[in-house]
């Protein structure tokens, strides 16, 4: 059994060495700036590879439940194709994020081999939080992703906007730490299980829930809900956002949204019934309350965060709020709780991660100290004096917008199609409105790039290795949107949640 287990835990295994080992090579190597670069970059390779094969093996056979005494991990971790498949998800963020960073970092004088470190740290963490099959672990793994992302916000210290953003996202981080463990501790007194599986069973085969088990799950639906930007809980996300290095922004709306998406999915999950209308429990909260209430969340956090985006006139301010409104697309995939909201999920937090990574490396490319260059109007006649920056933008935008053939309008088809089988269809209809909202604004950029004249010519950087990423993500967006199903197949492959 040892070795069957060691073929899954190895994705983490290589992510947690890389990680470390990158902190003494940088220690020992202080004056080689590239070192880390390239160590960095090699080890999300690897690790990507691991979870390929990870990916593929998962769907050959199941570790049966009554055997996971027997695992090294005692059953705190679970080795799912699902986790596989974002564990690949978060190591192609790491490494498109890595090699738009450096060329950044070295036009602002802050190319620091611990920013590797940090990254590949907070991937670990994520990776954590997929497998996670214990409370404790969960919170280990979001703490572990956490923590280096207070230290990324506030990055460049010499910049008033991202010391902000640091101590901004530090506070939002007290406060869902402080929900996450209190709803914890809540769950482990009624339940006596810190084991997420055991603890989920327990909820859903009593008769009667007592009050602190449904106040523990409610908590932690507010913790997780800090973590992923949902509304009402989003307040300083965008602040966090727009004063955070531009790359880094980019890396953590999307990784570290679908890492957070994906622990509220392993929690609540199994506490909404396949078949509500014939579930036997009567208590104080049920499947369908919990479900009614994540619909309530994800119809809020598109609205408010497609609404508050309309007003924005700093570009990188208006992708932050859009962000929020992403947020509750992807929540709908766990409201519609049947296959189309797990392929939806995990298809649209693939296409997300391309267009908006994308859509901030092109915003690190032309902005400037002070925040020039990140008004919508300096975007004015972008086409005619950068073209090919122009074409990659729209490509995002559109598909932002969900506008087909790209990825984004396959992603909100199934998530919208997911919804409405599962007889949420007011839900699809507020997720209509909110994606017409965006049309002014993502549509609003494109028009200002091809059809208003420039006051002046954008003063472009030299792209260096960001535009691999930003070729990499405009063909993968482009490609997944005329073939869904090479992501919608992985989907399938690795849709066996929970092996225990």
């Known amino acids: 059994m040892m070795g069957y287990e060691f073929q899954f835990i190895l994705p983490i295994i290589l992510i947690s060495f890389f990680a470390t080992s990158a902190i003494v090579i940088d220690a020992v190597l202080l004056k080689n ?47 799912s194709g699902y986790a596989a498949f974002f564990d690949i998800l978060f190591c192609i963020a790491g490494i498109l994020t890595i090699l738009a960073s450096k060329q ?19 991937i670990a963490g994520m990776m954590i939080i997929g497998h996670a099959n214990n409370l404790l672990v969960l919170f280990i793994g979001i703490e572990l992703m956490s923590i280096p992302f207070y230290i990324l916000s506030g990055f460049f210290r010499n910049n008033l906007r991202s010391v902000e953003a640091g101590i901004k996202y530090f506070l939002l981080g007290a406060f869902a730490t402080g929900f996450l463990l209190y709803g914890m501790a809540l769950i482990y007194g009624a339940t006596g299980n810190i084991e997420i599986n055991k603890a989920t069973y327990f909820m859903t085969s009593i008769g009667k829930a007592p009050l602190i088990l449904s106040i523990g799950v409610g908590l932690i639906i507010i913790g997780l809900s800090f973590k992923v930007a949902a509304f ?66 994800s119809a809020a956090t598109m609205l408010i965060g497609n609404i508050t985006a309309l007003v924005q006139k700093n570009v990188k301010r208006m992708l932050a709020y859009s962000s929020v409104a992403h947020a509750g697309y992807l929540l709908m995939g766990i409201v519609a709780n049947n296959s189309k909201g797990w392929d939806g999920i995990a298809f649209y937090s693939a296409a997300y991660m391309f267009m908006q990574i994308g859509a901030f490396v092109v915003i690190s490319l032309l902005e ?7 008004d919508i109007r300096d975007y004015a006649g972008l086409s005619k004096t950068q073209p090919v920056i122009a074409a990659m933008m729209a490509i995002f935008m559109f598909s932002l917008t969900g506008i087909p053939p790209f990825a984004g309008f396959i992603g909100k088809y199934y998530l919208f199609a997911s919804v409405i089988e599962s007889g949420y269809v007011w839900l699809a209809i507020v997720a209509v409105i909110a994606s017409l909202i965006s049309i002014y604004f993502y549509i609003g950029l494109v028009i200002s790039m091809y059809f208003k004249e420039p006051d002046e010519k954008l003063i472009e950087t030299e792209k260096g290795l960001s535009y691999i990423t930003l070729t990499v ?13 090479v992501i919608l197949n992985l989907s399938h492959r690795g849709f066996n949640l929970f092996l225990f």
Not at 104 to 122: A, C, H, T, V
């Open 33 to 79: 700036k590239s070192v880390g670069f390239f160590y960095s970059l090699a080890g999300l390779v690897i690790t990507a590879l691991a979870a390929v094969y990870s990916l593929y093996k998962a769907n050959m056979a199941l570790i049966p439940a009554n055997h996971s005494d027997k695992l090294i991990t005692k059953g705190a971790l679970i080795f």
């Open 473 to 485: 993500a405009s063909a993968a967006l482009i490609i997944f949107g005329i073939f869904p199903s």
């Open 232 to 297: 009402p809980f989003h307040q300083w996300a965008p602040d966090v956002y727009q004063g955070a290095p531009t790359v880094i922004t980019g890396f953590m709306s999307t990784a570290g949204k679908a890492a957070a998406l994906i622990a509220m999915v392993i929690i609540i999950r199994p506490l909404i019934p396949d078949d509500i209308d014939h579930h036997q429990l009567k208590q104080i909260y049920n499947g369908d309350t919990i479900r009614l209430i994540i619909a309530f969340i």
């Open 104 to 122: 950044y970092l070295k036009r602002e004088f802050k190319e620091i081999n611990e920013y590797y470190s940090l990254l590949l740290l907070s």
């Open 368 to 374: 400037r100290k002070n925040e020039y260059n990140m």
